[in-house]
Structures are given as C-alpha cells and as structure tokens.
C-alpha cells in the first residue's frame, strides 16, 4: 500500500506559477511510476504528466508541454510539478498517482492516489 499526500495549491493569477509536491510513504517510493492528473467540476480526470521510477522516461499531456515540468526525488520520496505560465484551463483538483508497470496516461492504469489539492487561475 502506498499513501500519498499532494500539497501546494493554491489561487494564482494567470501567467503565475506554482510547485506542487505529492509525498509518498508506505513502500518504496524508487519502485512507482508517479503521474499527476487533474480534473475540473464536470469533466473527467486528465492526464497532465508521468515519470518513470529512474526518471528517465517522462511524458506530458500535449496542452501542459514546455509549461509544466515533472520531477522526483527518490531521497525524499517526494515527487513535483512546477508549473509555469499558468492560463484559468488549469484551474483544477490536481491528483497524484502511482503505479508499478506504465506511463501511460489512462488513470485507470494507477493504483494508488492522494486526496487532490486545488489549483485555481484567475483571468
């Protein structure tokens, strides 16, 4: 079981930016895909982007790409999501998730998740 807890939201204007960190605990953090999505009222949960457990292997959805950038640290268990140039579509609940096998952008491919921390752009 792994747990995971987001923190960093917060209201910005646009064009700003924020950091925002997922803490892992429970097991292993070195073996997990991490991901983080994000999901407005209304709409589905989107993919925004994942990193594998060596970190060489990185993908972004194409609307955060040269924006938003994914990175970890195995020594904190700690995984982050700077993200810059901030536009009011970001506004969102953004969630942190892991996995052992994929990349992949399904969120049905991620077993474990925090309980989300609110991004909200203002025009």
């Known amino acids: 079981q792994v747990q995971l807890v987001e923190s960093g939201g917060g209201l910005v204007q646009a064009g700003g930016s ?69 536009k009011p579509e970001d506004t969102a609940v953004y969630y942190c998730a892991a996995n052992r096998f994929t990349t992949d952008r399904d969120f049905r491919s991620y077993n474990y998740w925090g309980q989300g921390t609110q991004v909200t752009v203002s025009s």
Do not use: H
């Not at 097991?27 to 994000?38: C, P, V």
């Open 18 to 86: 924020l950091r925002l960190s997922c803490v892992a605990s429970g097991r292993t953090f070195s073996n997990y895909i991490m991901g983080w999505f994000r999901q407005a009222p209304g709409n589905e949960r989107d993919f925004v982007a994942a990193i594998s457990q060596s970190g060489r292997t990185i993908n972004y959805a194409d609307s955060v790409k040269g924006r938003f950038t994914i990175s970890g640290d195995n020594a904190k268990n700690t995984v982050y999501l700077q993200m810059n140039s901030l």
